[in-house]
């Protein structure tokens, strides 16, 4: 039996920039696994208050203390900002830094 090999048709374009067509396609799976994260995540909360490990809500509810609030605002910020380094196109392209270069170098 011979098997079918099917072939690509063009690819999509929407921006004259490739790069864009690119930046674009990453944001696009970024969405799709974000929604499979959010629909498993989910369906741990109904699992979980089925089996009587939480209550209904319970997780919308939930305030954390302020050591927890301390840590989950750090981590935030962290992530903000290498949000934005790579937005200023500086993550890329910062080199290593001067002290490791001078023991190394």
Do not use: W
Request: aromatic share 6%; charged share 30%.
């Amino acid at each position: 039996m011979r098997q079918e090999v099917s072939v690509p048709g063009p690819e999509q374009v929407f921006f004259k920039d490739p790069a864009l067509d690119r930046a674009f396609a990453v944001t696009m799976a970024i969405a799709a696994e974000l929604h499979v994260v959010k629909d498993r995540l989910r369906a741990m909360e109904v699992l979980l208050a089925r089996h009587n490990v939480l209550t209904e809500g319970s997780l919308d509810a939930y305030m954390p203390d302020t050591a927890e609030a301390s840590r989950l605002a750090k981590e935030r910020s962290a992530f903000v900002v290498t949000l934005m380094d790579c937005i200023r196109g500086e993550e890329a392209s910062k080199g290593a830094p001067a002290d490791l270069l001078q023991r190394f170098g």
